[in-house]
């Protein structure tokens, strides 16, 4: 069956604004015709979002990338064991000197993840984020993924649910979406087998959605995973989506196989995922989850070129001004660090969209009918010095090369 023929039907669901079945979804990622999944999804999103793409004047902040998966999580670049070059574990101080870069810019977003540190309590955490709220009272935290906070639960010997108390009483308006990579079981076995399992990820993220704690959600595509795989991934999402209305954002994340051991393994250094697979991830996403308010395009991942064009593919969101980009880097990415403040409307505006500045909680803060593009807007450098350095890991394991035996007869998703 031509990718043509397979989608004829599904465009009367759309029209008609009907959920999307499973087979749906599989027929909509093993279709070549980019060009009507496009379509279908821009339907979609502009019956949601009309021509309105937002963005977030966002800051990120990685306190550590010391991490205690480091060794198990084959598709990281980042992370690193406490002793291995390049680790950082960053003060107190340290991280308020980093976000005071926030003061001279239109910054009203902290995203901040890191590692899961072996010694780093939930008291670190918490003085952090109350230190940043007393310094930069308008600026919302977006803080912690769901297995930095099953990490600290487990290591304070609480509930998932307390850490989340913790965190909100202390200044965290929402949580992102990351570590979920995809839930298949056989794909988490390759990639991350001593992550959260799926199942353990959606539970942190109802709890933080019960407690009044929206959240982002993720999908890393372009490793090992099948089209089943992505679609199953989807429908849990939607299916949390249903159960709670927590979610604000989906953001489908590329894989980049640089300085990682399963780029190695597979073959793939230097080979990104492809401009047609990031825009079919954004488009399929729209269609399936029809019930996340928001599909975001992660320009540090894709380019913002990709990123640019995705907003006629299903996508009203623009990751926003970053700051310090170290997790994508680190992986190869080949995109800039930052981005400005008037080069982000320019994108959207470039596209022929109307750009929407948002908080965390997508709540307008300012429009542009009346902006005229100006030289860019200063940023601070940030902090200098060599712990402020991205200094990329060595492509093969410092010690103990890990064989993969769940890599072979695995086909690339491609
Ligand atoms: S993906 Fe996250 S949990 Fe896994 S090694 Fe990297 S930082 Fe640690």
Redesign the pocket.
């Known amino acids: 069956m031509d990718g043509r023929s397979a989608l004829a039907p599904l465009a009367d669901k759309v029209e008609h604004g009907e959920r999307l079945t499973r087979d749906d979804a599989l027929a909509l990622f093993h279709s070549n015709d980019l060009l009507t999944i496009g379509r279908l999804a821009d339907q979609a999103n502009r019956r949601r979002n009309g021509d309105r793409v937002c963005f977030a004047a966002n800051q990120h902040i990685n306190p550590t990338?010391v991490?205690?998966?480091?060794?198990?999580?084959v598709?990281?670049?980042?992370?690193r064991m406490p002793q291995e070059a390049g680790a950082y574990t960053r003060s107190l101080d340290e991280v308020f000197a980093e976000a005071d870069a926030a003061r001279d810019n239109p910054t009203r977003e902290f995203h901040i993840?890191?590692?899961?540190h072996p010694k780093l309590r939930l008291a670190y955490y918490v003085d952090m984020f109350r230190g940043l709220k007393a310094r930069h009272p308008d600026v919302h935290i977006k803080a912690l993924?769901a297995?930095?906070v099953a990490?600290l639960a487990r290591i304070e010997q609480l509930s998932v649910s307390d850490v989340l108390l913790a965190l909100k009483d202390a200044g965290v308006t929402s949580l992102p979406g990351?570590?979920a990579?995809v839930f298949s079981p056989a794909a988490r076995a390759t990639i991350?087998d001593k992550?959260l399992t799926g199942e353990e990820w959606l539970a942190v993220h109802r709890a933080a959605h019960r407690l009044g704690l929206p959240s982002n959600c993720t999908m890393l595509y372009g490793h090992v995973e099948t089209m089943a795989d992505r679609v199953d991934h989807l429908l849990a999402l939607r299916a949390l989506q249903d159960e709670t209305g927590g979610f604000l954002t989906y953001i489908p994340l590329a894989y980049h196989p640089d300085h990682n051991e399963l780029g190695e393994a597979l073959g793939r250094t230097g080979t990104a995922t492809s401009g047609f697979d990031d825009l079919k991830n954004i488009a399929v996403g729209r269609l399936v989850l029809d019930n996340i308010p928001h599909v975001k395009t992660h320009w540090p991942m894709v380019t913002p070129f990709i990123s640019q064009v995705a907003l006629s593919f299903g996508c009203d969101d623009l990751e926003g001004t970053v700051v310090f980009e170290r997790?994508y880097h680190e992986a190869g990415a080949g995109t800039p660090m930052w981005l400005s403040y008037d080069q982000i409307v320019g994108l959207i505006r470039g596209a022929g969209k109307e750009p929407v500045e948002r908080d965390s909680l997508y709540r307008t803060v300012r429009t542009f009918e009346d902006w005229v593009p100006g030289p860019d807007v200063a940023r601070a450098a940030g902090p200098e010095g060599p712990t402020f350095q991205i200094s990329q890991r060595p492509r093969a394991r410092a010690r103990g090369q890990r064989t993969l035996p769940v890599l072979q007869g695995i086909e690339s998703a491609e």
Do not use: I, Q
């Not at 598709?75 to 992370?79: G, K, P, Q």
């Not at 993840?113 to 899961?116: A, D, E, F, H």
């Open positions: 990338n991490c205690v998966l480091r060794n198990t999580c598709f990281c670049s980042f992370a993840v890191g590692g899961l993924t297995v930095e990490h990351g570590g990579e991350a992550k997790v």
